[in-house]
């Protein structure tokens, strides 16, 4: 898990204590209300000295309830999202029933190239490097 997944987990645990968070593909199906927070494409290139450009993105996939307002906690739920980091920038759809979230993290990052390297394995474990 990326620091940016965690992050945005943990924000979705302290907004929705009571909903199911998930970080990987259910096999079994899902069950409503709760999240699940899918890395993406994630990228590392080096671009001067120890300057890299990191770029990540999350897809957020919401079930909501089967019951409540759906709209209120859409709302909320984006602008929670929004608030994750620094340089995301997010786009919403609705895919039958469910809201997808996809946010888009760019950072320059300032790290020698041993810290680029474990960064890079990192995603690589993760299978979304590019």
């Known amino acids: 898990m990326t620091d940016f997944q965690q992050a945005v987990v943990t924000l979705l645990r ?8 998930l970080t990987e593909e259910a096999e079994g199906g899902f069950v409503s209300p709760g999240f ?3 890395v993406g494409e994630a990228s590392l290139k080096k671009e001067m000295g120890r300057r890299w450009r990191r770029q990540e ?3 957020v996939w919401y079930y909501p309830p089967a019951n409540g307002q759906p709209q209120d906690q ?5 602008l929670l999202l929004r608030t994750a980091a620094r340089g995301v920038t997010s786009e ?3 895919e039958q029933g469910r809201l997808k ?6 950072q320059i990052l300032f ?3 041993e810290e680029a390297a474990l960064m890079k394995k ?3 474990e993760m299978g979304a490097s590019k």
């Open 14 to 21: 302290q907004q929705y204590p009571d909903f199911l968070i």
């Open 74 to 78: 859409e709302q909320s739920l984006q």
């Open 57 to 59: 993105s999350l897809i």
């Open 92 to 94: 919403a759809e609705r």
């Open 122 to 124: 990192l995603l690589l």
């Open 36 to 38: 699940v927070v899918l």
């Open 111 to 113: 790290m020698d190239e």
């Open 101 to 106: 979230v996809t946010l888009y993290l760019s």
